[in-house]
């Protein structure tokens, strides 16, 4: 699971500048060592400050500036085992990648891609079934009403419209006298 991505150095000592993917920023070396994608690098982490949406960290496998700034972009995971259970309707949003993403009466939408947050709530991005572009619908309760991980899907209610087909060009509005020149 991936705690966090290096977001370059602080200082000459080879302080590390994280951006925490975790609930509690100062968790990030909570879990024991972390290690990069491929788990060849392992850094035991010393958390030295926690600021607004950083975290500057030691490890004790970063000797120098040089070392910190090469690390940069260098995200930070540690095994699933490690994390501790999510209470009851929480959940680490690598477990729901990879879900079957279907309506209420059992239409295959496509698959959970990644969720999001871009600060107005989390959005659920889902890989249509047929291909094309996938899209996005709120990680809400009232659209994603039921998540079943012994099923490997999740049930989706898309807002109104959002699935619908997209319009050909000569099928707006019939009669209508807008050509390309029309204002609005």
Known sequence: MCLGAVAGAQGVRGDL???PFTADPADIASYGPVSDEA???????????VRKDVVIASAAEVRDRNAAEALRGVRLYVPRA???????DEFYHADLIGLAAVGEDGTVFGTVRALH???AGDVMEIARAEGGQPFAVPFTREVVPVIDFAGRRV???????????PEAEGDAEAGSDDGPEASR
Do not use: M, N, Q, S
């Open 155 to 165: 049930v989706v209610v898309p807002p109104e419209g959002l699935l619908d087909p």
């Open 17 to 19: 500048r994280i951006k």
């Open 117 to 119: 947050d871009f600060g």
């Open 39 to 49: 788990g060849t690098r392992r850094f035991t982490l010393t958390v030295r400050e």
């Open 82 to 88: 490690a994390l501790p259970e999510p209470d009851e």
